[in-house]
């Protein structure tokens, strides 16, 4: 996430923390990196001329850098000021308060709008106990409707569509009035994806907006097209007055520059990311907490509250009691993954780590590691999984035929698993060893 944007700002941040005396000289230069890592992360020209001017005139005032480090209170002025821009406080609490409400997602094609309708149903679902009905109104792409319906079904979400219609305007009328007699509490209106260059279409999402009077537009961007986004964002909220955004696409390699943007250029408040392609990965915005993840500082909250949502609680109470104890077995190993697995993915995780973007380049973040490490434990038997000791060099080549894998493999994973269980024995005897999680 924002790994180009992270780099250059790392650089400026470092530099600046090593002077011993702040000067409007030395201020000058960090603003003006500053500056060109923004442009270069393909933040909009007049957003980023607009946050250089207003960090460098806070930084005037000589009671900015009167403290001990003053290097450090540069870099705290330059964090507020980017939260600032990313929406400042934002509380998501009032979202879908009223019951019912109709969410409408609006975007360009290929934003996805789709799988973030099926997203937002299940965030719905789970953290405000809505009971939410999909309604396809996409009927410009092919499949649209059907892979709707097949994510819906994964997660008990149930799809209104109407077969054979050309009238997305219709189908929305309809399935709306359908709601009301199902006494469904919230309703999300995934609509085609267009271009606001196209005015027939523009109109259609019009209408799309007057007929079902929603209590939230939202315009869903995908956050690795840049200044392309912001754009159209602009166009899209002259035309229907978005309430808020959705940006998709954050697990990427994504430059940055719709996240800064969006929010100044429309003045609607960022409020939820995708960071991964699981239907779990749906997030609230907090602008304090991207803008630290931003500077490299990391995000640690929003770690802890992935962790308590996603782990099963009498599993990671049981393992903690057994790592206290100095047990660590393969059937460990292999729950702590499946728990990791759950929070999405590993790229997205570790960048919430504080100083992860310094060393990241010596960090091999495969995921699918994880599919072959689960399929090498798997080849083993119940007897190896709990007493690796016994794996002699006859049973490694029939796990690693077993999987799949090279012997190779299998002597790593091995290798790396002991030294675990070191450092595991070593930190038994330590005091205050607890769960790194509160479950209660």
Known sequence: MFDQLQSRLDKVLTAIRGEGKITESNIDIALRDVRRALLEADVNYKVAKSFINLVKEKSKGHKVFTSIKPGEQFVKLLKDELTNFLGGEVDNSDFCKKKPSIILLSGLQGSGKTTTSVKLAYYLKNKKNRNSLLIAADLQRPAAIEQLQILASEQNIEVFSLKNSQDPVDVVKKGIEYSKTKSFDSVIIDTAGRLHIDNLLMDEIKNIRDISKPNEILYVADSMTGQDAVNSAIEFNNLLDITGIILTKLDGDSRGGAALSLRECTKKPIKFIGTGESIKSLDGFHPERMASRILGMGDIISLVEKAEQSFDKDVAISSAKRLKEGLFTFEDYKSQIQQIKKMGSLSSLMSMVPGFSKIKKNIN??????????AIINSMTKKER??????????????????????QEVNTLIKQFNQMKIMIKKMKNKKNMNLPFNFG
């Open 365 to 374: 973040l495969n995921e699918d590691e994880f599919k072959w490490v689960e």
């Open 386 to 407: 709990v007493s690796p000791e016994i794996i002699n060099g006859s049973r490694r080549k029939r796990i690693a035929t077993g999987s799949g894998r090279t012997v």
